[in-house]
């Protein structure tokens, strides 16, 4: 399904490691573009739906454990499959700007590079889970893991993880930005926040523009 296909709508999408502040950038260029008269649906990976509520809780939780990464990376999937079928792609459909706090890039970097899952598996695997739904910007909150894991307070299941996991994380990151920079804004997350959205609206409202 490209893009053209599924939408009309513009699909933004936050991505990085821990701590560099997706959930309060996704909020911030979610209020502006509305103050601008656009129609947006914010949302996250894991979550976003009722099942993907669920599936967050399997995965975040410390109290479930270790799992098989690759069981890691079905859940991840299904979480996935269920919010591009119900939510992403319908508001999509209507026109709507969809911002997203994570998407498949996460599932490379957590699962590919953290869990040293088959980087060409995992790609196939969410492309299907998907329907190869991609973003038509990616911004990538890059900070230091360890000034990131520093903001995070109490940390969930992924977070506990060791820091030479979260810099191959941080790693994978900027390589998949690096490929197709056309795609791609890479953002120096540490930083005051509004100067950091600063950044992030003006790379938006060029890409919005040009979308038309």
Do not use: N
């Amino acid at each position: 399904m490209s893009h053209q296909e599924a939408d009309r709508g513009f699909f933004l999408v936050f991505e990085g490691g821990e701590g560099g502040g997706k959930s309060t950038q996704s909020r911030l260029v979610a209020d502006w573009l509305e103050a601008e008269g656009r129609t947006v649906t914010r949302t996250r990976q894991p979550g976003g739906t009722d099942v993907g509520a669920r599936l967050r809780e399997i995965l975040l939780d410390p109290a479930t454990g270790s799992l098989d990464p690759r069981a890691e990376a079905l859940v991840y999937a299904a979480d996935k499959a269920e919010h591009v079928a119900t939510l992403l792609a319908p508001a999509l459909k209507r026109g709507e700007v969809v911002v997203c706090d994570r998407y498949v890039d996460s599932t490379l970097a957590y699962q590919g590079a953290g869990r040293a899952v088959d980087p060409g598996e995992l790609a196939q695997l969410s492309a299907w889970a998907t329907r190869g739904l991609r973003p038509d910007l990616t911004v990538v909150l890059d900070v230091d893991p360890l000034v990131g894991l520093g903001r995070a307070g109490d940390h969930d299941r992924i977070e506990s993880e060791p820091l030479d996991f979260h810099q191959r994380v941080r790693g994978r990151f900027l390589a998949l930005a690096a490929e197709r920079p056309e795609a791609y804004l890479v953002v120096d997350a540490d930083r005051d926040p509004q100067a950091v959205h600063a950044e992030v609206r003006e790379a938006v409202a060029a890409r919005i523009e040009a979308h038309r």
